[in-house]
Each structure stands twice: as C-alpha cells, then as structure tokens.
C-alpha cells in the first residue's frame, strides 16, 4: 500500500484546513485508516482513526471536538478536517494503514506509513 498525504500549508490560529490522503496498492476499503502528527522536538503520536466501514472512529483527547476523520472507499481515500486550529496543533501529519483497529493507536500497530504534510498554525 502507497499513502500519499497533501492538503497542509500555514493558517491562521482558529482556521480550518482539510487533510487528504489517497492509497494505492492492496485494495483501500480493508484497511484501517489513521492520521498520527509529530511536533518539532516531540513524538509521534496518534490524532484520529477510522476503520474501513466507518462504523467505528476514534480520537485523541486533544482535537476531539475540532478534527473530522472521514473516508470515501470509491476515491481510495481518507480525510482529516481541522478547524479551530491551535498553535500547538503545528506538526507534519502522517496518515497510516492498518489491518486491526485494536492497535491503530499505536505506531506498531500500523502496517504502512504515508509521507507526511506539514500543518503550520500561527497565533
């Protein structure tokens, strides 16, 4: 599976942008979609995840509320809208497959990278 990620840029704080991430390879609808960032000096960690129905989605604590995970299997692709964009939400965003959504949280529990897109949130 190859997962290119596009739709980042520079916003203002309280902005929304949209996240896109298209996969090839194995078919898209059985795998678990995810979206994960990395902020300048820190860890990757987990945003958001969808399995490949939809029936079941996941956040994080910090952008419940702000960020929309969604996918259209015909397009091959998965979504991440943001609004109400924060400072502290400026990272590269990476977007993940997975075959088990029991472990999508976790950086072992994903079975392909994407390369990521750059959100920068200015105050």
């Known amino acids: 599976v190859q997962l290119q990620a596009s739709g980042g840029g520079l916003v203002q704080a309280g902005g929304s942008l949209r996240l896109s991430c298209v996969a090839s390879?194995?078919?898209?609808?059985?795998?678990?979609m995810a979206w994960f960032r990395q902020a300048p000096g820190k860890e990757r960690e987990f945003v958001a995840a969808?399995?490949?129905?939809?029936?079941?989605?996941d956040y994080s604590d910090s952008v419940k509320g702000r960020f929309t995970i969604s996918r259209d299997n015909a397009k091959s692709t998965t979504y991440l809208q943001m609004n109400s964009l924060k400072p502290e939400d400026t990272a590269v965003y990476y977007c993940?497959?997975?075959?088990?959504?029991?472990?999508?949280?976790?950086?072992?529990?994903?079975?392909?990278w994407g390369k990521g897109t750059l959100v920068t949130v200015s105050s």
């Open positions: 390879g194995r078919p898209f609808s059985i795998n678990d």
């Open positions: 969808i399995t490949w129905s939809g029936s079941r989605i």
């Open positions: 993940a497959a997975a075959s088990t959504f029991g472990s999508i949280k976790r950086e072992r529990g994903i079975d392909y």
